[in-house]
């Protein structure tokens, strides 16, 4: 495991989950919340790419993770359950990846594209990666509602 | 959905003034970013809150339906959405009031005075959102393996791109044609800037500024409300998060092209 790694990447995402959480209005206080939401399920989705798993799956075991601990925090803490998902949940969309495969499309169409097999390829792994991922993201996070929901633990 | 009375409102309201204020909850939630579950939860406590016997509620994309009944009257009445936002102070505020509510002593004019005061003292953004944003976009960029180099550009651009994307909200200007210039300007100024601190991966580093852009709670909404029921109102945010992530790209394109990048 290569820990400066996952420390870079830990900060990075409770930094940008916090930032976030300005954007969105969240009280002063409950900031803390949010870092700690989006340096959880960044940290955990480095350790599992960190042994060779996909991006997907790593996506979605972290969201998991933090949807279960978000649903067991004590209520109530200045920011709504489903905001603090959503905003550790952020810093893990696949925004780069979205852009390239949009690009890709774009390239595809151009008046005399260049290596068009190639770049349909691309612009399809892209295209499938960021559907996927997504797909993982609000799976991991819906199941730890749904079922905790159920039993009471709103 | 359907609630039970918890417990008599002071007086026994008319049914039309119950379903508006339980609309006008239910309008300011969804503004906020509440999932559509939580809307009709909320909107539920209002109307048993002020004495409603049953509630059905239907939450679409850019209205809300509410029937209620006090036997043996039934109402049903409709409210307009206006552009869905996030704001969790407001949210929560909201959520706060519809407990009270629902515990009864209120009426409905109190309920309406009380959502009136809420909307004009719920706290707006503070002032430093622009720099949270620099700051949570320049951790993207980090997480998207950018160099230090473009880092300082990224929180540039992308403060720079939350107080032109705050001035063209205040115009009322399309959403969508926002969304494009947003990321044009952030993107051909992160450009510029990384391509003079040196930066080696300048196409890379264009798109940090503009992942405040990224309709991330529209898209988990979407999800939400698919797993939970309503394929309707999911599609919808979907449809609207695609459509908002391409017009997001073609202000990076524009911005590659001007620049010469990414060819």
């Not at chain 1, 495991?1 to 209005?25: E, I, Q």
């Not at chain 1, 890709?104 to 068009?116: D, E, R, S």
């Not at chain 2, 049953?54 to 043996?72: E, K, N």
């Not at chain 2, 990384?194 to 990224?214: E, F, I, K």
Request: hydrophobic share 55%.
């Amino acid at each position: 495991m290569d820990l400066p790694l996952l420390l870079h990447h830990t900060v990075c995402g409770g930094l940008a989950a916090a930032g976030l959480g300005v954007l969105f209005n969240v009280g002063f206080r409950a900031l803390s919340w949010c870092a700690a939401s989006g340096a959880l399920m960044l940290a955990v989705r480095t350790v599992a790419l960190g042994f060779g798993w996909s991006m997907e799956a790593a996506s979605f075991v972290a969201a998991l993770a933090g949807g279960v601990v978000v649903q067991l925090l004590p209520s109530p803490i200045g920011v709504s359950r489903n905001a603090l998902h959503i905003l550790g949940c952020i810093p893990m969309l696949p925004g780069g990846f979205a852009a390239k495969a949009i690009l890709g499309l774009f390239a595809i169409t151009a008046q005399h594209p260049v290596a068009t097999n190639e770049t349909i390829i691309t612009a399809v792994d892209n295209t499938l990666r960021v559907m996927f991922t997504v797909g993982a993201l609000g799976i991991g996070l819906a199941i730890p509602t749904l079922v905790l929901r159920v039993r009471g633990m709103k | 959905m359907k609630a039970e009375l918890l417990q008599p409102a002071l007086g026994r309201e008319s049914l039309e003034e119950i379903a508006t204020v339980a609309l006008d909850f239910g309008r300011l939630l969804m503004e906020t970013g509440a999932s559509a579950r939580n809307v009709e939860e909320i909107t539920g406590q209002v109307a048993a809150g002020l004495g409603a016997e049953r509630v059905d509620t239907r939450v679409g994309y850019a209205s809300l339906a509410i029937t209620l009944g006090i036997r043996p009257d039934w109402i049903t009445c409709m409210r307009k959405v206006g552009p869905l936002g996030v704001n969790q102070r407001l949210y929560h505020a909201l959520r706060a009031t519809a407990a009270e509510i629902e515990r009864g002593g209120f009426t409905a004019a109190k309920a309406r005075a009380e959502v009136d005061r809420l909307v004009r003292a719920s706290p707006r953004h503070p002032g430093w959102v622009v720099l949270a944003v620099g700051v949570a976009c320049a951790a993207f960029g980090q997480l998207l393996d950018v160099d230090w180099a473009g880092v300082g550009p990224i929180f540039v651009a992308a403060a720079l791109g939350q107080i032109v994307r705050h001035q063209l909200a205040s115009h009322k200007i399309n959403v969508f044609l926002s969304t494009t210039v947003v990321a044009f300007l952030a993107s051909t100024l992160c450009g510029l800037g990384a391509r003079w601190a040196g930066s080696q991966a300048v196409a890379r580093d264009m798109t940090g500024p503009v992942l405040l852009l990224v309709p991330g709670v529209p898209a988990f909404n979407a999800q939400f409300d698919i797993l939970e029921g309503r394929p309707t109102l999911g599609s919808a945010r979907a449809v609207w998060v695609a459509v908002n992530l391409v017009f997001i790209t073609v202000g990076v394109w524009l911005a590659r092209g001007l620049l010469g990048e990414g060819r």
